[in-house]
């Protein structure tokens, strides 16, 4: 029998791709005109002999016909739900610098994902309150002024880092751009650090 298979933009891994920009590199054709979902159809090439990319319809059972899709323009994997299926989080205790004018903590993101079900990146999108950090932080006698990741957001290449209530607000959403999704079980750390002046 002729097979077709469908494609949406909007998932995942084309994270809503420009269907003009995703291509069937081998095993099968997209159907014009190019609507989302993307329909394609497979190979003929009037041979006889199948083959599981050139010649892979009509396919019979105990064939495996194969299609490389790809998108070229994808968006940044949105963030999953932080509702403990996709990631879990953790924030450390605050350690200090040696000047006594900074403290930091050590987020760690950890992908729940088994790779073998799901092989495609997913974001991450958090909510931690400072508050503590800067309460241990001033019980050293020192100043709190701000608050700053490391490494920098870079833009947000490789994540947000965001306050929900500027500019006396201690709540952050930090979520991951394209450089920190998670694959699987893949983990994802960052510092978060106050700053101010020294007792």
């Known amino acids: ?13 084309w994270n809503h791709d420009d269907p003009a920009q995703i291509q069937v590199n081998n095993g099968g054709q997209i159907q014009e005109p190019r609507t989302s979902p993307l329909v394609i159809t497979g190979n003929s090439d009037g041979s006889g002999a199948f083959n599981e990319y050139s010649n892979n319809t009509p396919i019979v059972a105990g064939q495996v016909a194969l299609v490389e ?3 070229y323009n994808n968006e940044i994997p949105e963030p999953q739900p932080d509702n403990g299926e ?4 953790s924030l450390s205790p605050i350690t200090l610098n040696d000047a006594g004018d900074a403290g930091c903590s050590t987020l760690t993101v950890q992908g729940l994902v088994d790779e073998a079900e799901d092989p495609f990146y997913y974001g991450w999108g ?10 241990a932080f001033q019980a050293t006698g020192a100043t709190f ?5 490391d490494p920098s957001p870079s833009s947000g290449y490789e994540f947000t ?5 500027p500019p006396d607000g201690t709540v952050f959403n930090v ?11 893949d983990v994802q750390t960052l510092e978060v650090c106050v700053h101010g002046v020294a007792p």
């Open 86 to 89: 996709w990631y879990a989080w």
């Open 69 to 71: 899709v790809c998108g």
């Open 175 to 185: 979520a991951s751009g394209t450089a920190m999704a998670l694959q699987g079980d």
């Open 145 to 149: 002024n701000y608050v700053s990741s």
């Open 1 to 13: 029998m002729d097979w077709t298979i469908t494609v949406d933009p909007d998932e995942r891994p």
């Open 126 to 135: 958090i909510e931690i309150d400072v508050q503590p950090m800067i309460d």
């Open 161 to 165: 880092f965001t306050q929900l209530d």
